[in-house]
């Protein structure tokens, strides 16, 4: 049982797991802000554009009749096609993505682009080989350890 709680701090304690952890609670806090955005600003101002239209709310009774809201539905036994949810869903969705859209374009543009090493190339044939090479695989040369890129 001890060398099972030993594995299991260690495997909790490695940075990459932290990170995780992290990134999972920042980004429900996040998907949080989100949907309210969503909710609570954008499907309102649909609404009025669509002349006070609750898309949220917008539904399709299954049995054909015409009830006044989802809930009246639901007292009737009557079950219904939420469309107007999964269109908030829909909305919900594309927004995330472009946050996260954002985000990502923002840290490429503030992170230094890593330094890209050229490849080792033999001095005889000019062929890419590795860095620990003493003989070219291509053209079968000798190679000398200051042998290095041309």
């Known amino acids: 049982m001890k060398g099972f709680l030993q594995d299991f701090k260690r495997f909790i304690m490695r940075g990459n797991m932290l990170d995780l952890a992290v990134g999972v609670m ?23 554009v669509l002349g006070g239209f609750n898309v949220s709310g917008a539904f399709v009774a299954l049995d054909g ?4 809201s989802q809930a009246a539905a639901a007292a009737a036994g009557v079950g219904t096609l939420n469309y107007g949810m999964f ?7 594309v927004i995330m993505a472009f ?12 992170m230094p682009p890593k330094p ?33 890129a041309v």
Do not use: W
């Open 87 to 93: 269109l908030q869903r829909i909305i919900d969705f």
């Open 116 to 148: 890209v090493k050229e490849a080792r190339k033999c001095p005889f044939c000019l062929q890419g080989i590795d860095d620990k090479a003493t003989r070219c695989p291509h053209c079968t040369s000798e190679l000398e350890e200051t042998d290095t």
């Open 26 to 48: 920042i980004g429900g806090a996040f998907g949080s802000i989100v949907s309210s955005l969503v909710n609570d600003i954008f499907m309102p101002l649909i609404g009025l």
């Open 65 to 68: 009749q015409a009830y006044a």
């Open 99 to 110: 946050c996260v859209f954002l985000v990502i374009r923002l840290m490429a543009k503030l």
